[in-house]
């Protein structure tokens, strides 16, 4: 079980907000290419096993996982799907390479949100049918009652949020896989049309269309393959209860993502994950929710992350850079694809593949994805460049 | 352990029960809109349906003439863009006398059964083929490796669908 694993080659494709030209299956063959050039040229055939991510109401076919295998070059091959965040594929990936089974695994995810008519109506199906449904709520109003809470009891401010969505929406702006990327001012965020306040439409990031692969490999694969692995140091997922009324912390806090981190710290021996990490590409699905995963993640204390914001520490250039990609909110929403979005950037920065948004001398880079409303499942990664 | 379970009888519900609404129950449906994009290959597939023809991809390296035609060769996984015009004849690989509808329901007296099967396209590499469905035959005299063809909707009828094609017919 000590055996390391490294992320050997990752390709992207689509992220655009519609992608008319492509069917789901040629956006995700052009990602899996370039993932698989990008891995020094390696043919699936000597892929062992593959894994992905979906959710069948969001694709609009059930069991939409008999529909990876063509694309991806898994014909006849194991393929395992997870109905969850791809983080959760990619930690089910990782442990099939831990336990020996597998040396070289492919872990896959994708969004074809513009597909779909309303995407309100399948996360309102995500919410209980007996004591949510029958309120007939818009699905946002949950982000409307943490975002409430959150500010509540952490003190932090409207204003801390809409510079949230200022910072990655700038950041977005030198990241060519991002198509939020605008210069926003505080007003514009604060006086937007408000969704279910306090929560306004600049504070919810974007749909996106897209197709992330990334390969993962043995240490000893890893070796051979690439000059540049990527060591996965630790993963950690926890999920609440899925009451909305009853959780241990309420609405506003986010204890999904301190259990997830803290299981993947200990995996990566990371005793003070603020002195540890150093950067960042974590959940900002809704713009308090980077502050509050900051908090729950331990890169600041329970209140803090606002103030640090507005003093600059998630900069680029700052103490710990946060959503340098540009997030969620400046990069686009890829839904279950989300978390595979979040490890990309964080590997690319690791590489120092990152363009204009590379950040100096950086080793260890925690990624982190939600499984967006009205879940409080969480995942956690820890990615460094050093064995 | 099993033997120890006892059937404990009870007592049964019934529909009416549901209706009467001594029984609570929470009831919704769902109502989600999709627009699949379609893509190169498929767009295409469909394109030349609209016009009478069905169109397949060779790949170049393992020369499979593929259908439905794809972007790329699973198997190869290369990209294909070489396009072959197949054939409206074929061979049925298997098929099924279906005697319910879609949603479960039978088929009523005197109603044909449904006739799905899967044509070998001719012209096609072998195993590749149309799920479809078989018309203008009687159940029982239908056989694997019965030589079949196209019937097509009149043009004016067609959408750009697989449904452009009503069924294929024993030749």
Redesign the interface.
Known sequence: MSKRVAIVGIGCSGFRTTSTDLSYREMIFEAATKCYEDAGGIHPQSIDSFVASSEDFMEGISIADEYVPDQLGAVLKPVQSIAGDSLQGLASALMQIKTGQQSIVATSAFSKVSNLSHYEKVAAYATDPAYIRPLKEHPYFIAGLEMNRYLHESFSTREQCARVVMKNRYNALSNPRAVYGAKVTLEDVTCAEPVSEPLGQFDISGHLDGAIVILLASEEKALEMTANPVWIKGVGWATDTPNLDSRREGLGGALYAKLAADKAYEMANIKSPVNEIDFAEIDDTFSYKELQHLEALQMCGFGEAGKLLEMGCFEPGGDLPVNVSGGSLGAGYLHEANGLQKVMETALQLRGEAGKNQLAGVETGLAFAWRGIPTATGTAVVLSNRL | MSEKIQVSGGTALSEEDIRSGNIFV?E?S?????????????KRYLAELKEGRIIATECRKCKRIMLPP???C??C?I?CNSWRYVKDTGTINTFSICHVHWDASRIKEGEDPHLPAVIEIDGASDGMGIMHILGEVEPEKIKIGMKVKAVWKPKAKRTGSITDIKYFKPL
């Open positions: 929470t919704d769902l109502d989600c809109a999709y627009a699949w994009d379609m893509g190169v290959a498929i794809r972007l790329f699973e198997l996984f990209p």
